[in-house]
Every structure is written in C-alpha cells, then in structure tokens.
C-alpha cells in the first residue's frame, strides 16, 4: 500500500471520528431537560423561599412529564401546581412524586410546579430529580435534569462590645428614683438650714436688744454719777432739803 493511501485512510477515519464526536455532542446539547430555578441561591437557615420546576423542550414535543422532586436540608411549605396541566399524580409536600400531562403538547419552556421550601439547617442543600422521563407523542424523548443548589448559613447577631454597657430598664427606674431622693433631700436639707438661719438670726437680734438695753442702763447711770460729782448738783440737792425742812416746821406749828 502506498503512502499517499495510508495518509488518506488515516485523514477519512480522523475526519470520521471528529464527525462522530460532534454529532453526539449536538444531539447531548440538543435533549429536552426538566431543571431547577433557580439553580443556586445564599440563604440564612430558617428563611423561605420559591423553587419552580420547569421543563425545556429543545424544540422536541414534549406531552407528559414524570419523576419525583428530592430535597435535601429543605422542608416542603406549600406546592403550587402551573397552568395547562392534566394532573395524574399530583405533587404534594407529604410525596414529591409527580406525574403531568400537558394539555395540547409544548415545544417551548414551561412551568410544572412551585414549591416553597424552608432552609432547615446549615451547609449545601440541594433540590434534585429521580425517575424523570419526559414523553412525546407515545415515546420517551428525555430523562436528563439539572438540580440547585443552595448555600444555607446561620445568621449571626451583631456582639455588643464589652466596653459597652447596656442599663437595664430596671437600672435606669432606680437612678431616676434615686436623683428624685437626691432632690427632695437637698430641698429637705435647704428648708432645714433656712430655719436654723431664721433662728440663729432672731436670736442675734434678741442678743443686739438686750445688749443696747444693757448699755443704756450703763449710760443712764454713769450720766448721775458724772452730775453728782458737780458742786452745783450738791447744792441744789442742799437747797430742797432745807424747803423741805421748812415746810415741815411750818406745817407743825400751824397744827
């Protein structure tokens, strides 16, 4: 055999090979899905919220959708089922099972189901399919499903810095009452004062009074002494005893 066939023998079955690769390629990117959406979300643990389960046709025709809907770190709150559906089994949050026919067949993106669900505890919770096919015309077209997957997180409450105190209401009753006490006492303590001020000032007055009477009487006294000393005052007190005297006589004789 000659080099020139084997090198085009060589470049059919590479040519062949790359053929086959994308066609299988293209007919995986071409299957009709049922997925999750969202696919991923960051939640804190004890928060709700929706996940609806929808289908993509890829331009097949899709009539009737069957599988069962796994959660994991989820619980089920409440399912909604979509329009245009014939129910045959329904999902329910007690079984999560689900078998749908679509009325009039689709080829385009459709809403199945709702469900709210509840992040129950910390870590990757996720939401995945089991025993899913999806039905044509008579036969099974796909049974490929894509799940979310979401990050559950505890929330954390803020810490109050040590530096800070926080006063009760109970703490801050007693310091009302206590500045209350603190002012009533000080008034107390005023009025109290006032009245020994009062008292303390009456009886300078009384101690005033009876200290100017005292020097009056010292005065009045010291004035007679000073007239006494003068001859002047000594002989009139000579001149009425002697008109005293003679009256007395007279008086005597008259009798």
Not at 31 to 52: C, H, M, Q, R
Request: charged fraction near 25%.
């Amino acid at each position: 055999m000659s080099k020139n066939k084997i090198t085009i023998l060589l470049l059919g079955c590479t040519g062949f090979l790359i053929a086959g690769f994308g066609f299988l390629n293209f007919a995986e990117a071409a299957n009709s899905s049922i997925y999750v959406s969202p696919a991923s979300l960051n939640k804190e643990v004890g928060d709700t919220f929706d996940i609806s389960v929808k289908i993509n046709p890829a331009g097949e025709k899709i009539c009737v959708v069957e599988g069962k809907l796994n959660l994991d770190k989820l619980s089920c709150d409440n399912i909604a089922i979509g329009d245009g559906l014939s129910v045959q089994t329904s999902p329910s949050c007690g079984n999560l099972n689900f078998l749908l026919g679509i009325q009039g067949c689709i080829t385009e993106d459709k809403t199945l189901f709702t469900a709210t669900v509840k992040a129950e505890s910390s870590g990757e919770a996720t939401a995945n399919f089991s025993g899913v096919d999806l039905i044509g015309e008579g036969i099974s077209v796909s049974s490929v499903s894509s799940g979310g997957i979401y990050i559950l997180t505890v929330h954390k409450e803020e810490e109050v810095p040590q530096s800070e105190e926080v006063i009760s209401e109970e703490e801050i009753e007693t310091e009302e009452i206590e500045e209350v006490e603190t002012i009533e006492g000080d008034d107390v303590e005023e009025e109290i004062l006032s009245d020994e001020s009062e008292e303390e000032i009456l009886e300078e007055e009384i101690t005033d009074a009876a200290t100017e009477g005292e020097s009056a009487q010292v005065a009045g006294i010291a004035v007679i002494w000073e007239g006494l000393k003068k001859p002047v005052v000594w002989i009139v007190f000579a001149v009425l005893l002697l008109v005293v005297w003679a009256l007395i006589r007279a008086k005597k004789r008259s009798a």
